[in-house]
């Protein structure tokens, strides 16, 4: 069987008439690739091929068969990459970059347009960029400056600008190389050399300097998870480290990944708390204004609303300082808007008929802070965290039932509807039969729950009997908001305790 090469296949066959077994896989067998037996057509199972003739080659076999399976990029020796993309503006002086490239073995994959070139570096991905700029700017050092934070790779600029600013800029920009009247094909491959050791020292250094920053982050975040489980498990530094080592392996996460998650939970369980409390505050400087005008305990009252709206500002501080602007913003610009209203309202001394007025701002302010505070349970750990934004809306539920009562005593007040007093009943009710069933509960949970219920039953009484539905109702009503601040405030602790 006589067997001819394709032209300008690398030949090398054996010399005697021998049986030679076609190679299956990738590799070398028998002196040749698998390309080129593919190129004589022995595909397919392992068959036997008979060479009765020598077809010689002015090369040696395996150099001349390894050029077959290697890139052009790679004949260049020394070279690392195999592809090249290339921009040039042209004009008087511009060198042929194209074929000076690919007159040292590159791989071209065609010209660049500054407008395109991030966009065009993406999709053809060469393996280095060269450019000529006769008078580099700010165009073009933006361009390479989106490029090595985007698409990082050796860059090349070779200009006729001596300007010492400009060489500045152009390192900042991330130009790995910059010539300076240095350009010609023979100088090519030096270049290429310096922009790819500076560009692998380069990645090498920030990979280095982004390792470092990672370990510090997770320290940072590993210290205030312990300081969050001090606190809340009341343990030494060492068992609150071991607590949470011990939940990284389990879960198979970094240590910090679980310091976020601790820190997380408890920012969202605070947050949620904190304006869970703006809901309640709105109820209750509207009733306090109320016990003004009725005359029941006016100083106490006065004392109590001065307190309740140093509150409000130290919690929306706390919340614009902790919440994400862009995820929250909206919703504490739609707090603030009514608060400060509010705020203004309450100045001077009560009077029934700005009670109204006052109220319509309240009922606003409660609005916005109950749209915040169930974005923020539903932006977090949601089962975890409904608990503690039904127990803080109970703090807001009795300042509103107490409020309605109130109002009821005070002639023109405009109190609310019957159906709107028992719709805040039934709420209430129905959120202490959920917090009775959650499985989040302590002995201290339990106590504080049981003082909850105490003081709800003594508050409906109150409230029923006209004769007692002024003073004992604010009372008790108060009786009941320190109920369930501290159970509100245990079951973030509970939550936590959980996420540790």
């Known amino acids: 069987m006589r067997v001819a090469l394709p032209v300008g296949v690398p030949t090398a066959i054996l010399r005697s008439k021998r049986r030679c077994l076609h190679p299956p896989g990738v590799g070398w067998r028998h002196g040749l690739p698998t390309a080129v037996w593919a190129r ?170 982004s390792e470092v920053r990672d370990r510090f982050t997770e320290r940072k975040l590993v210290d205030r998870a312990k300081g969050i489980l001090m606190r809340v498990r009341d343990v030494a530094e060492e068992d609150a480290f071991k607590v949470l080592r011990s939940a990284a392996m389990q879960s198979k996460q970094r240590i910090g990944q679980v310091a976020q998650q601790v820190i997380d939970a408890t920012r969202y369980a605070d947050a949620i708390n904190r304006a869970g409390q703006l809901r309640m505050l709105s109820q209750r400087v509207v009733k306090l204004y109320a016990q003004g005008c009725a005359g029941i305990a006016p100083e106490t009252a006065a004392e109590l609303c001065r307190e309740s709206i140093a509150q409000v500002e130290a ?94 005593t005070l002639p023109g007040a405009g109190p609310p509807s019957d159906a709107e007093a028992r719709r805040a009943e039934a709420d209430f009710e129905q959120g202490m039969a959920f917090l009775a069933a959650t499985p989040l509960s302590t002995a201290e949970i339990q106590a504080v729950m049981a003082a909850a219920t105490s003081a709800w039953s003594e508050f409906r009484r109150a409230a029923a009997s006209p004769a007692t539905a002024g003073r004992d109702v604010a009372a008790l009503s108060e009786t009941l908001l320190s109920r369930f601040g501290e159970l509100t405030a245990l079951y973030e602790q509970g939550i936590q305790t959980l996420m540790a």
Request: overall charge positive; aromatic content about 4%.
């Open 315 to 408: 919690n929306l501080a706390v919340l614009g300082r902790t919440l994400s602007k862009p995820t929250f913003g909206d919703l504490l610009d739609g707090v603030l808007t009514p608060w400060t209203a509010l705020k203004a309202a309450l100045r001077g001394r009560p009077e029934a008929a700005r009670l109204r007025d006052i109220d319509a701002l309240a009922e606003r302010l409660l609005a916005q802070a109950e749209a915040l505070t169930r974005n923020l349970e539903t932006a977090g750990f949601t089962a975890a965290l409904r608990v503690i934004n039904v127990s803080g809306r109970q703090r807001m539920l009795s300042q509103r039932i107490a409020k309605g009562a109130i109002l009821a």
């Open 40 to 209: 004589l057509g022995v595909r397919g199972e392992s068959r036997p091929l008979r060479c009765d003739r020598v077809l010689r080659c002015t090369t040696h076999a395996k150099p001349a068969a390894r050029r077959l399976q290697t890139r052009p990029g790679s004949l260049v020796p020394g070279l690392q990459m195999t592809s090249v993309s290339f921009f040039s503006s042209g004009g008087p002086g511009a060198p042929a970059l194209q074929a000076d490239l690919e007159g040292v073995g590159l791989t071209v994959t065609g010209p660049l347009k500054l407008r395109t070139m991030v966009q065009d570096v993406i999709c053809t991905a060469p393996d280095v960029v060269v450019c000529y700029e006769s008078h580099p700017g700010d165009a073009l050092f933006a361009v390479t400056s989106t490029l090595q934070d985007t698409a990082p790779r050796p860059l090349v600029l070779f200009t006729g600008d001596p300007d010492a600013e400009k060489i500045e800029r152009a390192t900042a920009a991330g130009i790995h190389a910059y010539v300076v009247n240095g350009y010609a094909p023979a100088r090519l491959r030096s270049v290429i050399h310096v922009a790819q050791a500076r560009f692998k020292r380069d990645q090498s250094l920030r990979e280095e300097l």
